[in-house]
């Protein structure tokens, strides 16, 4: 299984977004509005952040998986990273990773969690 692009998972192009937000008050506020089968792995990833970060999401993917991400920007202006989780339909974990990139957005590299 290989990165989609983007640094997604596998078969992502063409997702769609359930969740976006900025804070991380307004993502665990919202986790009661995705499928219910994913709220409780959603809801624990959410809680790992803490509220220094920013750019919340859930997306669907077309082969059915979701893409949950939090990103927290970098001590260096400009640098971030990216944390990733992929849930299965049922709601399994299938994979949890750390991309960091550098200020001019390059990927310096990926973390398995």
């Known amino acids: 299984m290989g990165a989609g692009a983007g640094g997604n998972f596998g078969n992502t192009s063409g997702s769609r977004i359930l969740y976006r937000g900025n804070t991380k008050s307004s993502a665990l506020s919202n986790v009661g509005r995705l499928p219910s089968?994913?709220?409780?792995?959603?809801?624990?990833?959410?809680?790992g952040s803490s509220n220094n970060y920013n750019k919340y999401s859930v997306s669907q993917n077309n082969d059915g998986t979701?893409?949950?991400?939090?990103?927290?920007?970098?001590?260096v202006p400009g640098s971030k990273a990216v944390y990733?989780?992929?849930?299965?339909?049922?709601?399994k974990t299938i994979k949890v990773y750390k991309d960091t990139f550098d200020p001019t957005g390059n990927l310096v590299h990926r973390k398995d969690k």
Not at 37 to 47: A, E
Not at 84 to 91: L, Q, R
């Open 37 to 47: 089968n994913i709220q409780k792995g959603v809801k624990s990833f959410f809680k």
């Open 84 to 91: 990733t989780k992929i849930i299965d339909s049922s709601g």
């Open 66 to 75: 979701f893409t949950v991400k939090m990103e927290n920007p970098g001590r």
